[in-house]
């Protein structure tokens, strides 16, 4: 039997996948602000006059989740709970959105780890704003972190159409 709730109106403005995708961001930023302030203050453009390194890191965030959050959650939505097919739940793909967060971020941080370590960098010099080691660690964390958001939002996505395929090839076999 189905029950049809209603949401809070803060739940349907920012659902969970949403506002774990927002928060992630903003705490990630918040670390990378006390690596390198001028990564926000100098090699961005200012933003609502926003003068605190770390406000101006929260406001970005959040600016910069919109896109990337809302593309997974649409996408993610559509694979998993569109069609006639046996729907995923939203708990698996919530789960799927933390495993990837978690992921990413190990990845990412990792990365700027070894920059830290090694003062050298896997990407192109041109990349880079300028070659101070603050600002190699925190661009080199930030381009990882959205290299990998991709790869790990789209084995998500599989997992969440390979989960589906399952259930209904089970559901058609009983």
């Known amino acids: 039997m189905r ?14 996948r949403r506002r774990l995708i927002v928060c992630w961001a903003i705490l990630h930023d918040q ?4 690596i390198a302030p001028e990564h926000f203050t100098e090699y961005h453009e200012p933003l609502w006059g926003i003068e605190n390194p770390r406000l101006l890191a929260t406001a970005l965030a959040f600016g910069a989740s919109i896109g990337p959050g809302l593309i997974l959650g649409i996408v993610c939505a559509v694979a ?3 069609g006639s097919a046996k729907k995923v739940s939203p708990r698996f793909i919530l789960l799927g959105a933390v495993v990837v967060v978690c992921s990413v971020e190990l990845v990412a941080s990792g990365s700027g780890f070894w920059v830290f370590r090694t003062n050298r960098t896997f990407y192109p010099e041109s990349w880079f704003p300028d070659e101070t080691l603050p600002i190699r660690i925190t661009q080199t964390i930030q381009i990882t972190s959205y290299l990998a958001s991709a790869v790990f939002s789209t084995f998500l996505v599989f997992a969440i159409l390979r989960r589906r395929r399952m259930a209904s090839s089970s559901r058609e076999e009983s």
Do not use: N, S
């Open 80 to 82: 998993g709970r569109r």
């Open 3 to 16: 029950r049809d709730r209603k949401l809070p109106a803060e739940k349907a403005w920012m659902p969970p």
């Open 31 to 34: 670390y990378l602000v006390r």
